[in-house]
């Protein structure tokens, strides 16, 4: 496998995040025309294009006329026909005043009983992203085409239909935060009743009450699917659901994050370094820099994560009391696993953190691999250790896909779905400062591992990119071995891994497996099984 190229002729804008000095958010971008075809929508309701008002936000300002627009797609499954619905549900204070306005568009099955229909509520985290990723990436009928190995392509975009669309199996609402793509506060004074982990929470909470109300679909069969931070939010919301009385079949999270302290170092936390490294392995490995008795990404995982069971974990937990013995033979095995010398890992103290390997496993060649996607690499202009340019790094993995989905969603509303308005559809909001949980790593698997134990028929599904390292997958198995639940309790939870990144669903194979998984997934929870 050869190493993935990202060059942008611009400095594309890194999203914004709650990791520290990292963003949190799939990332891609795609330009697209409006529709054409077969897949061209019939629009029936007439949107009213929206002027801003000077000053501070009102409710009249941030709403958006609904539009309904009627499609068909030939699917591998055969014809479909799909009813869009770009719009927007008010979410009102006990006075009912609107104080924001959630921004949605469903897409659903044309069928006689719509009520026994499954709908999946969909989004992306951040916190601040839009659910322009997940939408034009995987679950919408449409879609952001790319190289089939999720690189860089040259512009003008131009959107096709996405033959993995979820839509096959399941309704889809996928639905922006508060602050991001459509949707918005009335006034910056309410923004701590939205910015945040528990009011976040709760607003989606009243979405979705308020959608099932809106459309009549009590009755429906009801899935979360969740990406990033999504993790938090959707674990989260899963059980806020359950406790607003809505039941919920199932939870897919996906390159999902649950607890922050699997991501967020501090001194005395090794949570991190044990999570991030097999990814850092399989890209080592992705890049030739593995020795050739390692023949798949998934032995080089397998191994990295026996080797921090039996012996890196333990050591880092012993800190300073190791002998320069047992330092030494720890750094060789970091070696042999990260493909980066020994003496770097005792320079490191064990301790060879994501973002310092971002541009060491390739410096020699002046090459800086991807947050996102460790396969993808951009050039750098230092080829020393630590060297760096004005303004930092960047992220060639975030770069080779902005562009494309930022433009492939804001054609696409506009015309095939033929909303119209002034607003800026904000691929990344600025929902600073957020609250997180107090006293604590913010954190909702508590909330997640509770619901599973309490609930038999809940089942969730984890799906994970080997080349994530914004996300890592052992973090999130170290977590799920960490919420102290049963073997009744752990048999209802799968996990699916891809050979890609975090938005493993760019690269073509892995997008058609996460299909085929979400697909399987929810026919499984629908059956009991």
């Known amino acids: 496998m050869g190493k993935i190229f990202s060059f942008a002729l611009l400095s594309i804008l890194s999203i914004s995040s709650v990791f520290g000095q990292q963003g949190d958010q799939t990332g891609a971008g795609r330009q697209g025309r409006g529709g054409g075809g077969a897949n061209q929508g019939t629009q029936t309701t007439t949107p009213v294009t929206q002027t801003p008002k000077t000053g501070a936000a009102t409710d009249s300002n941030i709403e958006i006329k609904p539009s309904v627009t009627t499609h068909s797609i030939n699917l591998p499954s055969g014809p479909l026909n799909y009813t869009a619905t770009a719009a927007q549900i008010p979410l009102r204070n006990d006075a009912g005043e609107v104080e924001c306005r959630m ?27 839009a659910t322009m990723w997940l939408h034009m990436g995987a679950l919408g009928p449409k879609r952001a085409p790319m190289p089939d190995d999720g690189s860089l392509s040259a512009p003008p975009y131009h959107t096709e239909d996405n033959p993995s669309t979820w839509l096959d199996f399941t309704d889809v609402v996928v639905i922006d935060a508060p602050g ?6 009335a006034r910056p004074d309410l923004s701590t009743k939205f910015y945040g982990v528990q009011p976040d929470i709760t607003a989606f909470t009243d979405f979705v009450r308020n959608w099932l109300k809106e459309h009549h679909r009590w009755s429906s069969p009801i899935f979360i699917a969740g990406e990033s931070y999504g993790g938090i939010r959707g674990s989260g919301l899963s059980a806020s659901l359950v406790r607003a009385g809505i039941g919920v079949n199932g939870f897919i999270s996906i390159s999902g994050v ?3 302290m699997t991501i ?6 090794d949570t991190p370094f044990l999570g991030f490294f097999p990814s850092m392995a399989a890209c080592a490995w992705y890049h030739h820099k593995l020795a050739p008795r390692f023949k798949s990404v998934d032995m080089v995982v397998k191994e990295a994560q026996e080797w921090i069971d039996q012996e890196y974990a333990s ?24 493909g980066v010398s020994k003496k770097y890992c005792l320079g490191s103290n064990l301790k060879v953190s994501e973002q ?7 410096r020699d060649e002046r090459l800086q691999i991807g947050r996102y996607d460790g396969r993808l690499v951009g050039k750098e202009e230092f080829g020393v250790a630590g060297g760096r340019g004005p303004g930092g790094g960047g992220d060639p993995s975030d770069e080779a896909t902005t562009p494309a989905f930022t433009s492939a969603v804001n054609d696409y509303l506009d015309r095939e779905l033929g909303i119209k308005t002034d607003l800026r559809y904000l691929n990344s909001g600025n929902v600073r400062p957020w609250s997180e949980t107090e006293g604590q790593y913010s954190e909702t698997s508590t909330d997640l591992g509770r619901l599973l134990m309490r609930d038999k028929h809940f089942r969730v599904l984890y799906c994970c990119g080997y080349y994530d390292l914004a996300c890592p997958l052992n973090g999130t198995v170290n977590i799920f071995n960490h919420m102290g639940l049963d073997k009744d309790a752990r048999s209802q939870v799968s996990f699916a891994f891809y050979p890609a990144g975090h938005m493993m669903y760019i690269e073509k194979s892995s997008r058609e497996k996460l299909h085929e998984d979400a697909k399987n997934f929810v026919n499984s929870a629908l059956k009991g099984n």
């Open 180 to 185: 991001t793509g459509y949707s918005r506060i």
């Open 356 to 362: 310092a390997f971002f541009t060491e496993l390739l």
């Open 103 to 129: 921004f949605y568009v469903a897409y659903t099955k044309d069928v006689a009983d719509i009520g026994k229909r499954p709908v999946t509520f969909a989004f992306n985290g951040g916190p601040g992203s």
């Open 258 to 260: 649950s607890n922050y």
């Open 315 to 338: 050591a880092l937990a012993r800190g300073d009391s190791l002998s320069d013995k047992e330092k030494d033979h720890i750094a060789t095995k970091m070696s042999e696993f990260l």
């Open 264 to 269: 967020r170092g501090m001194r005395g936390n």
